[in-house]
């Protein structure tokens, strides 16, 4: 098998991760290996052959945007393929097409086949070399079930000006498998994968539901108060004399709606993606789990709702959840109430203060880390007027306490605001 099939059959199947470099060679499995320089027979629109070193490391990281994928190969000193040839190159690794113009399989230059032109063609001719090794290596193909052509005289082959050479090998040929039989699969049954494909499109379906269902209820909640004249925050709250929990508005910390910055690197602990369920439920879910239950783009805001007990009254508090401060106005920043914080420099740039001292007096800081963290995760933090947020990897039914944590630190920090 060549480089080029054995590398479209291992993605096909699912397995490239068992396709090992070992030294200048890959390894596809137990059954093939190959040099790592060897040029394969897919040609770029540049004109050159790839070489195997190329394929692999393209259909491993061809989820990169073409800038990072191009970075990447430049570190490594590979040469790269380039975006034209990306995506057919790609449908035709993952089976999506079955050939493709840019692939060019060229025989071995040691035995090149002798070529004529079919205008050449005058005479089919059995006693022919050329012929008999045709015949002899089709035979061979077929499981030696014929030693030799049979070709009827009364045929009209003998004397015809176009033999055509391929019915003449097909004829021989045995089918073993066509598309309907490889399909086939004796004591199977596929009626689960199907289930299974549904039960995931409903949960997408409710949960995107659910999160549009939780803006309409922010935003309804929150224009009722409005318009009953509800607003400040701590000792300066007004209530009404019903039992339904009040929305309460920014008052002295802002109006509208408070904000709460989290960071937009994936690798943090606390995310746009995993916020809601954290503050809400009190339960930390990964955030690259999350990213993989979420189907649909990133969202831009998320609500989170906070419920607490004033006074014998059910009070209930709407916090926007941002990671874009770029996209903040300036009115915007006077709703911010409080940022998780990266532990990194860069996170504050641009941003309208001139300190660390004055961003953390108008905005409470939260750093999320792992109990058994090493010190130096929070080496920088400490230097800032921060609260430390420490969560077990493994102990979930310990987040609630965390979460806790946090509103009691953001409720205390608002209260000394409104009362400032």
């Known amino acids: ?26 390894r596809f499995g137990n059954g093939y290996a190959f040099p790592c320089s060897i040029e394969t027979a897919y040609r770029s629109k540049q004109g050159n052959l790839y070489t195997l070193e190329s394929l692999v490391f393209y259909v491993k990281n061809h989820h990169l945007k073409h800038t990072e994928y191009m970075q990447n190969a430049l570190r490594q000193g590979i ?32 035995a090149p086949p002798p070529t004529r032109a079919a205008n050449d063609v005058e005479e089919y001719r059995p006693e022919d070399p050329q012929f008999l090794s045709l015949r002899s290596s089709t035979a061979s193909l077929a499981n030696n079930e014929s030693d030799q052509l049979e070709v009827d005289d009364d045929s009209g082959i003998r004397g015809s000006q176009n033999v055509d050479y391929m019915a003449l090998i097909e004829a021989i040929e045995k089918p073993l498998r066509d598309r309907d039989s490889l399909l086939l699969c004796k004591n199977r049954d596929f009626y689960s994968v199907y289930t299974a494909a549904m039960e995931r499109e409903e949960k997408r379906q409710r949960l995107e539901s659910q999160q549009r269902k939780d803006g309409l209820v922010a935003k309804s909640r929150l224009m009722g108060a409005e318009e009953r004249g509800l607003g400040g925050y701590g000792d300066e709250l007004g209530f009404d004399s019903g039992s339904k929990p009040k929305m309460l508005k920014g008052g002295k910390i802002g109006e509208g709606v408070p904000i709460i910055l989290v960071p937009s690197a994936s690798h943090t602990l606390i995310t746009i993606y995993n916020v809601k369920e954290f503050l809400e439920d009190g339960v930390f879910i990964p955030t690259d789990v999350k990213m993989k239950q979420m189907k649909g783009p990133k969202p831009e805001c998320v609500t989170v709702q906070k419920k607490f007990s004033r006074d014998r009254d059910r009070v209930m508090m709407a916090y926007e959840v941002r990671d874009k401060p770029s996209v903040l106005k300036a009115e915007d920043w006077d709703r911010v109430v409080a940022v998780f914080v990266l532990g990194k420099e860069w ?5 309208p203060f001139k300190d660390h001292v004055e961003i953390f007096n108008k905005i409470i800081g939260f750093f999320m880390r792992f109990e058994d963290d090493s010190v130096e995760s929070a080496k920088i933090v400490k230097q800032w007027n921060v609260k430390i947020i420490s969560i077990s990897k493994n102990k979930r039914h310990q987040d609630r306490a965390a979460a806790l944590e946090v509103w009691n630190k953001l409720e205390e920090f608002s209260r000394s605001r409104s009362h400032a």
């Not at 050939?99 to 060229?106: G, P, Q, R, T």
């Not at 996170?347 to 941003?351: A, G, L, P, R, V």
């Open 1 to 26: 098998m060549d480089p080029l099939s054995a590398l479209r059959d291992f993605t096909i199947r699912g397995e490239l991760d068992k396709i090992v470099r070992v030294g200048d060679e890959f």
């Open 79 to 110: 040469a790269a393929v380039t975006l034209p040839d990306r995506r057919p190159l790609l449908d035709y690794l993952q089976g999506k097409v079955a050939s493709s113009d840019a692939i060019e399989f060229v025989a071995p230059s040691a």
């Open 347 to 351: 996170q504050f740039k641009d941003w």
